[in-house]
Structures are given as C-alpha cells and as structure tokens.
C-alpha cells in the first residue's frame, strides 16, 4: 500500500488545470494535475489535503500528487461564533 501524505494547495493554475501542493514533512512543493484529484473536482487555494505520490507520466525523474482529496474541516458543536 503506498504512504499517505498531507499537504494545502498553495498554487492553483485552474486554467492550465494544474496544482501544486506544500508537502507537511518535506517543506516541497508537489506537482498535481486536476486528473490527480479524486473524482476529480479542483479545490481552492489554501485547501488542506491527503494525497499519495506516483510517477510523473511527463518528467520520467519526478513525483506528482495523485489521489488528492481534501482533509474534512473539524464541525465543534455547541461552539458559538
């Protein structure tokens, strides 16, 4: 099973339908493609996300983002704003 990674969307080119996510551990930016997106829906600017890595089909020598899916934002009941 391939390792999960957590990162936040940190530039979105929606018209070229590229991505690039800020990798939690490794500080890196991550290249993604809307394909990579599961169900393939394109996410906002600064989006906290779970995603895996793959071969780049592009750049034989890199990694992309696939399978990136946004992280649920906690709902606090009884909490009032």
Known sequence: ????YYGTLIRVFPERN???IRDDDSGQDIFTHV?????K?????????????APNVRKANE???VD???IPVP???GVSR
Do not use: D, H
Not at 1 to 4: A, P
Not at 41 to 53: D, H
């Open 18 to 20: 590229f991505f690039f």
């Open 1 to 4: 099973m391939k390792q999960i």
């Open 35 to 39: 394909s990579g997106f599961a169900g």
């Open 63 to 65: 990694l992309m983002a």
């Open 41 to 53: 829906v394109a996410l906002p600017k600064g989006t906290r996300v779970s995603f895996r890595l």
């Open 68 to 70: 990136v899916q946004p």
């Open 75 to 77: 709902v606090v009941l």
